[in-house]
């Protein structure tokens, strides 16, 4: 690999010949003529400025060959990795580092949850999606077998194997876990409340609070199921290595005819994705007798998940609800291999599993489970650090088989909003919000999952006690029960993973939710007018705004003495009359996050010590508890246990700002009227062969500074931390506005570009679009695209 890597530098250093000799080798080809074998008729692919396939076929199979084709020579490398997370392979791909990996997801249950699928999928008879998802796979495989494999095998020595359908449930298993909140905070949560206890718990929001907002509910009349509506080191550090980006939020709103100006339906849509090269979605438009379809699609996936016709439009944002259990096991003392359940014992089941790994041999390794599932001490430190009793994960996800292509199939392809809610209840898990528009005016959004019951004593952030059946779920809500609003009265609906309100019985449904100031901001904004445009609302998707945090900066400001602090009187004038606003010239933010730091670091690592609290800042509970930690006078986590003093709040306070000020200083220079946020920010989108140097250079995307910012709409997060240079993990992977009174005008843009090869013009075209704030059309009319296409492919 190395001898490799240095070839290809030679060859870029080379210039113009060296980059055609190898775009020759390793390109896609976007012009000319390819044959497909078991092409029903002759298939044009028309790619536009930016490099979005228009495909125009004959029927949905030849659509969907040539989708996998064309879908494959952009992506092939991205669908590689995210298959290779959901069976657990990585190791054998990229080296013993990814070994732990492997075993984490094996242990888990995401590859035999794939099995168990496939096996559902073979079982079953013949349908529509069946078809079209094979004819999709036979497009992928054919492009392995005779397209120009991308540059990253080659790299690695390697060479793709077929694609399956296999794969493709592995891929829906990927997207599954990045949902899955509670393995990377339940272990957190249990290990403080047993070591520190309530006084320190009941400064944290663990649970929703009274102040955070609540997305409201409009359930609609039914008949039966029918609607009567309208008709028209730690696991994170584990998880670091994984070569593909995890989901981590989203927006969407949907406006109602009754506010907008063309009184047309407007919607929109921006997914919060890990930041990642190529970028997580990739967008194609089909075009087949009885369908036309504008998509955004997984890697490996063949129907998109988000996408629109010129009747209807598709979204979603996570719904963060909590769907996993851990059961704490005690073992029979007299046979370790059952543990005590109830009145009796319950045995433990075994089965060993062969990982291979690159240029070594092979692992045995042994996954055991209980009757409420894998236990996980031996893949999840944080669990084998707690306790030394098994602990099981009950997870619905792995369950019951997917149903995830089935839904997204009928969704797209739905004639009506009762269709898209038949697509919306086949998915079990992950919980999505699903969000709906259409060109006869309705609006809705459905929390789409299956709940289970728990018992009123259960806290499911706690570990419950395995040998209790009476901690065990007692059944499923009814999906008409499930949190959702239809054509509401306020005229939108909108979600950003925050908490539904309460459901037919009165309880809030328990889940990992983020405290609302995302929704709030959309809320309000909406609510102001009644004359919304496709360009008025591009304001508020690119807004970056926090009203939270001047509270907090306020809170703080009232606990010190500015002239205690002669020197830096401008920045801490900057940070009073703040409106939360992150642009690239604020000078508040820079000192807003160094001093939040250290006033959490000051607050909680004597207490937790500093891997746990790293940990915790990478938490829905860090966003969430912070004001209230600030306002809790009395907590115990002012006090640092460490010393013989007895700190307060504002001892605390003080000394981190006092700590921020000075490293602000080393940093920025003395005068802090020039300590712009811009100069705190760096931003870079990382491929897979990125981590190391010198590929990052070749791969990876940089960009210039954005304004990242904690919970704002335009959501451009980082890791808090006490560099003071903050690195933007994740934002909008992309953002869609579509206006149903022209949806041949409708927009989009992704953060990179529309391909993941390395050679093609359209790898990372869009990245300074991005971030600038700029859109680019979601092309639909023939006679527009046939005019002004870039490139054409003819499939025979």
Known sequence: MKKLVLVLLFMLILGTVGYQIAKFNFGPKYNGEITLEGLNAETEVFFDDFGVPHIYASSAEDAYQTLGYVHAQDRLFQMEMMRRVGTGTLAELLGEDLLDVDKFFRTLGIPQHAQMSTAAWHSEGDSEWKSA???????????????????????????????????????VGYMSFTFAMAVKTDPLIT????QLGPDYMKALSVHTLPEHHIIPNNYPKRDSVSLQIKTNTSLACLLEKLPVPLFM??????????????????????????FSQPSVWYEAHLEYPGFSYYGNHLAGVPFGLVGHTRTHSIGLTMFENDDQDFF?????????????????????????????????????????????GPILNAVVPEIAGMTDNPVASWWVYVLEPTRAIEATWKMGHAKNIQEVEDGARLIH???????????TGNIAWWASAKLPIRPAHVNSKIFLDGTNPLDEHTGWIPFEENPMSINPESGFVATSNNQPDTLSNGMYYPGYYYPGDRWDRISKTIMSRNDWTQESIKTLQLESINETQPKNAKLLLSEISKTDFPEDEAILNALGDWSGEHGLEEIAPTLYYKWIYHILSEMMVDELGEEDFQNYLGTFMAVRSTPLLLQSENSPWWDNKNTPKIENRKDIINKAL????????????????????????LSEHPHPLGAKKPLDRIFNVSTNPMAANEE???????????????????GPAMRIILDFANVDASESILPTGQSGNLFSPWYKDQAAMFVEGHYRPQLMK????????RKKLVFK
């Open 429 to 439: 898990a992950p919980g999505l919000n699903i969000m709906y528009g259409d060109k």
């Open 328 to 372: 704490e096991e005690k073992l029979n003392p007299n046979n370790p291999n059952e543990t005590i359940y109830g009145t009796g014992f319950s045995p433990i089941k075994s089965r060993m599993d062969t990982i291979k790994i690159k240029d070594k041999d092979h692992v045995l390794f042994e996954i055991r489970e209980t009757n409420h």
């Open 133 to 171: 998802t094979e004819a999709y796979i036979k497009g992928v495989n054919q492009f392995i077998l005779e397209g120009k494999i991308p540059i990253e095998y080659t790299l690695l020595g390697s060479k793709p194997r077929d694609f399956t359908i296999n794969d493709v449930h592995a891929v």
């Open 658 to 681: 006092s700590k921020s000020l000075t490293e602000l200083h080393a940093q920025h220079g003395s005068n802090s009227r020039k300590w712009q946020w811009r100069k705190s920010i």
């Open 712 to 730: 704002s709409v335009n959501k451009l997060a980082f890791t808090l931390n006490g560099e003071g240079i903050y690195k933007v993990n994740s």
């Open 191 to 194: 290990k403080m409340s047993r």
């Open 782 to 789: 023939e006679e527009v695209i046939k005019g002004t296409y």
């Open 249 to 274: 939020g989203s927006n969407a709103w949907v406006i109602a005819p009754s506010r907008t100006a063309s009184g047309e339906v407007i919607f929109c849509n921006d997914t919060h994705i890990g």
